[in-house]
């Protein structure tokens, strides 16, 4: 996107993620598409976004350096690239799994893919039930 300062944010959905906050700025996961003014928003045109916003004296919010996803899978690959690089605390990560609708059905078929030799397999989801509701 080059700049245009005559193009503003508009936010479709729930998604309103706070990653990191610091005094009068933070880093936000939204669902947004830039809209010239004088036109209408359309929703089937939105991308998910990574960026920065700072917060002036009257509450308004101001973007800065972002970046859009290109597609609908990017986010997906972001958080797996993340996990595999070690980013995320293991338990917290666990903790947001387990309660996904399709975590029993994902933790069944893990290991189709790799031979995991001899051994017994259990349910992931009974392990979880007992991790601490601490943060």
Known sequence: MTADFNMHPVKFGDLDAIVDEKGSQFIAL????????????????????????????????????????????????????????????????????RVRDDFKESVSHINEEEDVGEGEYFDMRQLLENVDEED
């Open 30 to 97: 939204r669902r947004i598409q830039w809209v010239k003014e004088g036109e209408e928003p359309d929703e089937t045109k939105a991308k998910y976004e990574l960026r920065k916003w700072m917060v002036d004296a009257e509450g308004k919010e101001k973007a800065n350096k972002g970046v859009s996803f290109l597609t609908e899978e990017g986010p997906h690959e972001l958080a797996k690239v993340l996990v595999h690089e070690g980013f995320g605390h293991t338990k917290d990560i666990l903790k947001e799994l």
